[in-house]
């Protein structure tokens, strides 16, 4: 049970930081700028996100555990997630440099344009669309490697025990 409802709090959590780097993402690319640097942008800010409720939240240190230096709690946590960033880093070349999703996305301009929206390009709309197919791989990574990496729990030695009493 106590699993589950971290899990559930680890979700609560990267619903916000999916909404803070696709909002960063999505800003950056309708300013004019690259797919890559707003990818970079929206990862850096939703992580310093994780890291402040990850710590706060969901993997509190337990009873009996030692206690967590931020610096190299915020440090791990980068390193988790840079995982998922470079994985979707990867996938986003693919979507945007190799399958051209823009060229998928024309009807979806038109449809847009009908209704008057047409800041818009085809091109763009593929790029907002590949981020959000890389979540279903990217979330369930950081996740795992959150959990049993970066916010892993260290018993206390049984001296610190005798001290902490």
Not at 39 to 57: D, E, H, P, Q
Not at 109 to 118: Q, V, Y
Not at 138 to 150: H, I, L, R
Request: glycine share 8%; with cysteine; aromatic share 16%.
């Amino acid at each position: 049970m106590k699993g589950l409802l971290q899990f559930i709090k680890f979700g609560i959590v990267g619903v916000a930081n999916t909404f803070i780097s696709e909002g960063v993402y999505a800003l950056v690319v309708l300013l004019g700028g690259h797919y890559i640097l707003a990818n970079f942008l929206g990862f850096t800010i939703s992580v310093l996100n994780a890291y402040y409720w990850s710590n706060k939240y969901v993997f509190k240190a337990g009873e009996g555990t030692e206690k967590r230096v931020w610096w190299k709690v915020l440090l791990k946590t980068y390193a988790a997630y840079i995982w998922g960033f470079l994985v979707n880093i990867l996938l986003l070349a693919l979507w945007v440099e190799v399958i051209h999703i823009g060229t998928y996305m024309v009807p979806v301009e038109s449809f847009l344009n009908g209704f008057g929206i047409t800041f818009l390009d085809a091109e763009t709309i593929g790029e907002l669309v590949a981020q959000m197919l890389c979540l279903p791989i990217t979330v369930p990574m950081n996740y795992f490697v959150n959990k049993y990496w970066a916010y892993r729990d260290k018993k206390k030695k049984p001296a610190e025990e005798s001290a902490a009493s």
